[in-house]
């Protein structure tokens, strides 16, 4: 297959689902390639995004005052960020293939790195919200993003892997419990670090 | 010999105890919306004490737990016990004054909440007539319970019962200890216990209520439910078993991780920490016994609304009983005790897992028990959207406002002084209220349509009857 079909699944996937992932599932990409060309790079956005925002406008939780952080703590803060959704991506479609077998789902690597991709990219470009500072903003920005991340899950896991609506429906099911409990580690572990003395300065 | 009732299973009464379930939810759900709602627009409680937010909270959990929780947990009791023991009810009219004397205490107390009785124990705020009427009625259930165990003609006791088992004789110790109090008149009392004590056993109380009913007694429910809708057996019965008794040892000591930082000893802090932190292992356990029940059922999707629902109370399952043991880690509790952090997780629990597995349950039984086909499956398919869309919303909402709070409440400038003034965090927070009060109107709005798809559905409908199978001779007593 050629590189510029191969590219354009993943950015037609966004758009026209389900057409793409019948393409999708046509293809084998191999893990390493899918991993550097289009994750690592969508991975970036949100930690870039966020370091550059925090550090021009400081952080608005609601109250008047920003909250700011020196550069030194929020470049600290961005790389712990990358690292934590690198993580997160790599141990979500290294869960996905270990699922596979109970699904009778596709086992390749490579097409649930292309999956997974996919699914998380709504999320990756929902950071560019990290631009301007503000949770309330970016919780308004999350919820719609995270419908139609969860909508390509949904649809894309029984296409791309073969397997009948309602199986594709009971491992989706399974995987955004994975998810949900990824996204409480993250809290937990963030406000674990704050008050060990990382990040804001807080009265603990 | 002329057949009797004494030959049937006695469902009457579970559909009866299944319909006030269902009224219970939606009562309790719409003071809900209300209670949030004053939290966007405090005025609307129109200077009526009766309206105010501190008389309507306790009638909306209350109301939860044992309007709906208690009269679904009873409810599916009385059925499972009758099937897995293959006899009928022990004493039916005890069970039928179980089921009106229930309605009655929770009708009556909600009042009595309203009038502005309160203990002020968090979930056992209903005062000592009141608890005394809920001990005569608990023991009564639990004689129809344990007798119909006591009665059965098949020799094993099936796990769901050793649940539901350990909801009656827990709660009853709880509910006791924890209201033994000297009566002044007939609306206030004094409890036994004073200061820290005080403290930890409402605490002991409150988080095994927590435990044994909203999870134990609900697991109860999954263990018999979920293999009967899938139609296989549960996927490891040695695992339930082993999950079951790791469960009640390690949940009654977890209690005192509601007091970190406060004046009881910190040993007992760090007992309840690390006792939370363990949990986590029989929890998980049985979610995934229930996930891998499931997963070779995986057909019966297309056709059985009931089993969504219960998939999807598995996985919020998973993350309730996941971020409990983070949450009661005493560096994460430091930030997230006292925000809304805590009460998005009580309703990722209470939403997520308790309502959706009773829904499933519920849109199994209701069928079964009218003889008729579900009036609108199609309504059912809305509901579980519905129900999906209002339970992450809401986390999503509260998620941000507690950590919001949390940090906000905390953070110091440079000379030590807190930055910001409660009341400024206080008022910033009305987006997100405004998002939760949305959210629970959606899930308001799929328990109504619920109720009326129940409605049509046993419309004029007489209740089946069913009889005991014969035993196999070799699991016979």
Redo the contacts between chains.
């Keep these: 297959m050629s590189q510029e079909k191969y590219s354009s699944v993943f950015l037609r996937a966004l758009f026209q689902p389900s057409t793409a992932f019948k393409e999708l599932s046509s293809i084998d990409p191999t893990p390493m390639s899918v991993l550097f060309r289009y994750s690592i790079w969508l991975l970036l956005i949100p930690p870039l995004c966020a370091w550059i925002g925090a550090s021009a406008f400081g952080w608005r ?5 920003p ?1 700011v952080l020196s550069n030194h703590s929020l470049i600290t803060i961005s790389i712990g960020y990358f690292l934590a959704l690198i993580f997160g991506f790599v141990s979500t479609v290294f869960i996905s293939r270990w699922m596979a077998s ?2 009778g789902a596709r086992a390749s690597l490579g097409l649930h790195f292309a999956l997974i991709t996919i699914v998380a990219a709504p999320l990756a470009v929902a950071g560019i919200g990290h631009l301007f500072p503000n ?2 903003i970016n ?1 308004l920005i ?2 719609p993003t ?2 139609w991340s969860m909508y390509l899950l949904y649809t894309g896991i029984p296409v791309v892997l073969e397997i ?4 594709g ?2 491992m989706a ?2 995987l ?2 994975w998810l ?2 990824a996204a ?2 993250l ?2 572990i963030s ?2 670090l ?3 003395g990382m990040g ?5 | 010999m002329p057949e009797t009732d004494e030959h049937f299973y006695q469902d009457d009464v579970v559909k009866r105890l299944v319909m006030f379930s269902v009224a219970w939810a939606v009562l309790a759900m719409t003071v809900g919306v209300y209670i949030a709602a004053e939290l966007v627009a405090p005025t609307i409680d129109f200077g009526q004490q009766w309206l105010s937010f501190g008389r309507l909270r306790p009638l909306h959990t209350n109301g939860i737990i044992f309007g709906f929780g208690v009269s679904a947990l009873m409810g599916t009791a009385f059925y499972s016990v009758q099937r897995t023991s293959h006899v009928t009810l022990f004493l039916p009219k005890l069970a039928w004054f179980c089921c009106y004397g229930w309605q009655l205490v929770v009708l009556l107390g909600g009042l009595s909440l309203l009038a502005g009785w309160t203990s002020s124990k968090e979930y056992a705020e209903l005062e000592w007539p009141f608890d005394i009427a809920i001990t005569v009625l608990w023991v009564c259930f639990a004689i129809v319970f344990f007798g119909t165990v006591a009665r059965r003609k098949i020799r094993p006791i099936y796990i769901s019962n050793w649940f539901y088992g350990a909801l009656i004789i827990v709660i009853a110790v709880l509910h006791i200890v924890n209201n033994l109090a000297i009566p002044v008149t007939i609306s206030k009392s004094y409890s036994l216990f004073a200061g820290a004590q005080d403290a930890i056993v409402q605490w002991w109380y409150g988080h095994n209520a927590v435990g044994f009913l909203l999870t134990g007694g609900f697991l109860g429910m999954m263990y018999y439910f979920l293999p009967k809708i899938a139609n296989r057996p549960i996927w490891s019965y040695r695992l339930s078993i082993v999950a079951f008794w790791a469960f009640t040892y390690t949940y009654i000591w977890a209690g005192p991780h509601h007091l970190h930082y406060s004046s009881i000893p910190e040993w007992v802090q760090s007992l309840a920490m690390v006792m939370s932190l363990i949990l986590l292992a029989p929890s998980w356990a049985t979610m995934i016994n229930g ?2 029940t ?2 070779s059922a ?5 056709v059985d609304p009931a089993l ?1 629902f219960i ?2 109370s ?3 399952y ?2 309730a009983t ?2 409990g043991p ?2 009661a ?1 005493r ?2 509790n ?3 005790h006292f925000t809304d ?1 805590t009460i998005g997780h009580v309703h990722s629990g209470a939403l997520g897992w308790n309502a959706m597995i009773t829904y499933g349950v519920f849109y199994y039984l209701i069928p079964r028990l009218a003889g008729n086909r579900l009036y609108s499956y199609a309504l059912a398919n809305l509901h579980f959207w519905l129900a999906l ?1 209002g339970t ?2 809401y986390i ?2 509260m ?2 406002a507690g ?2 709070q ?3 409440w ?4 440079e000379i ?1 002084e ?3 003034g409660f009341k ?2 206080m008022a ?2 009305a ?2 209220y405004l ?1 939760r009060l949305i959210a629970g109107l959606i899930f308001l709005s799929g328990t109504a349509l619920m109720a009326y798809n129940f409605y049509m559905t046993l419309k004029g409908r007489e209740s089946v009857l069913v009889k005991p199978p014969l035993v196999d001779a070799a699991y016979r007593v």
């Design positions: 939780l609601g109250a008047d005052e909250l109970t699904y949770v309330l919780v999350l919820i995270m419908i009948s609506l309602e199986k429906m009971l099911s399974s955004v419990g949900l409990v409480v580690s809290l937990g406000v674990g704050w008050t060990q804001p300065f807080l009265g603990v | 996930i891998m499931v997963s995986s057909e019966k999707l297309r969504k998939v999807l598995l996985a919020f998973g993350l996941f971020e983070i949450m880690i560096s994460v430091v930030v997230s952090w869309a992450m919303l999503m909402a998620w941000a950590i919001s949390g940090l906000l905390l953070s110091m400038d030590g807190l930055k910001f400024d965090i910033s927070m987006p997100y998002l």
